[in-house]
């Protein structure tokens, strides 16, 4: 089970830390990923980390602002939104995976129930 929090309202340029709970996993071999849908738009990848936290990936329109972390004594993973833009907002989901990275949202079984992130101008 994953369960995301940290998610709020913010100005634009301001920061986020959201949070990903991870339970049930018999080791700490699984990817944590997000992904963001904004109204009206398709579920899209942001970030991804791999099981031992050396291999990371960001979306072209968040590098740079967004970073990616993880505990794994915590079970936590972690995405700290910096910057935050107009386009930005959306409901954040965290997602993992056992085995390597993905960029693939159909490859992650096990889904958060989502955060939103909301960013006033």
């Known amino acids: 089970q994953l369960q995301a929090s940290g998610g709020g309202l913010v100005q634009a340029g301001g920061s986020l830390k959201l949070s990903c709970a991870v339970s049930?996993?018999?080791?700490?071999?699984?990817?944590i990923a997000w992904f963001r849908q904004a109204p009206g738009k398709g579920r899209e990848v942001v970030s991804c980390?791999?099981?031992?936290?050396?291999?990371?990936y960001y979306a072209d329109s968040v590098k740079g602002r967004f970073s990616i972390l993880r505990d794994n004594a915590k079970k936590e993973g972690y995405l700290y939104l910096d910057i935050l833009e107009p386009g930005d907002p959306a409901v954040y989901y965290c997602?993992?995976?056992?085995?390597?990275?993905?960029?693939?949202?159909?490859?992650?079984?096990?889904w958060g129930q989502g955060t939103l992130v909301t960013v006033s101008s």
């Open positions: 997602a993992a995976k056992v085995g390597v990275s993905s960029l693939v949202q159909s490859e992650y079984p096990y």
């Open positions: 049930g996993f018999k080791s700490d071999y699984y990817v």
């Open positions: 980390i791999s099981a031992e936290g050396g291999r990371k």
